[in-house]
């Protein structure tokens, strides 16, 4: 039986839907990541598509990935909190992380908290976390927490983010959710799923 979740570090996974490299999205999970161990315990592994990308080429079917893939897929659904962010590619999120999600487990994702992102050039762009990254956790069950994260280019400068307004954000985004990670603790020990 594993350890409850008060009583060891938060397993963080955070999965970057970018396919470029450098990238402001997976910059922006850096960022995130980083508030969330400044609040609490936390294990984070990060998973990106770009590369992990050429392992899904032409897998239809769970039982045909590669080792690799399968243990990023099982760290997803075995996360205590997911961070999900992607550029905003053709007013979505990019192919290459919904096929990703596309292999996790249907119920594998049930009550798990998901703090989503996204980027884009401006800000025209970021409705695309309630209009697209919402209904798909929401066909998870997830729990998508009550603050998504949108950057857009102009608060990054050489990949690095300088608007304070987006840490704020960030800061939020976290401070919002800890109520919300902390009484799934309790839940889980308490044995209540």
């Not at 839907?17 to 910059?27: D, E, Y």
């Amino acid at each position: 039986m594993p350890e409850p979740l008060s009583q060891r570090p938060l397993t963080v996974v955070a999965v970057s839907g970018s396919v470029q490299a450098p990238s402001k999205t997976t910059v922006l999970v850096e960022e995130i990541l980083g508030a969330l161990g400044r609040e609490l315990p936390v294990a984070t592994h990060l998973i990106e598509v770009r590369e992990v990308g050429p392992q899904l080429a032409g897998v239809l079917k769970r039982e045909d990935l590669t080792v690799a893939l399968e243990e990023e897929l099982r760290s997803i659904e075995e996360a205590d909190l997911l961070v999900v962010a992607s550029p905003v590619f053709r007013a979505s999120f990019t192919g290459l992380l919904k096929h990703l999600f596309d292999l996790v487990g249907q119920y594998a994702l049930v009550d798990k908290p998901v703090l989503l992102a996204a980027t884009g050039g401006s800000d025209r762009h970021a409705l695309m976390i309630e209009h697209q990254f919402r209904p798909l956790f929401g066909f998870f069950q997830s729990l998508t927490l009550p603050l998504g994260i949108y950057a857009n280019d102009s608060d990054f400068t050489d990949y690095r983010v300088t608007n304070p307004a987006l840490r704020e954000r960030i800061e939020l985004a976290v401070a919002r959710a800890l109520p919300l990670i902390r009484a799934r603790a309790v839940r889980e020990a308490a044995g209540v799923r």
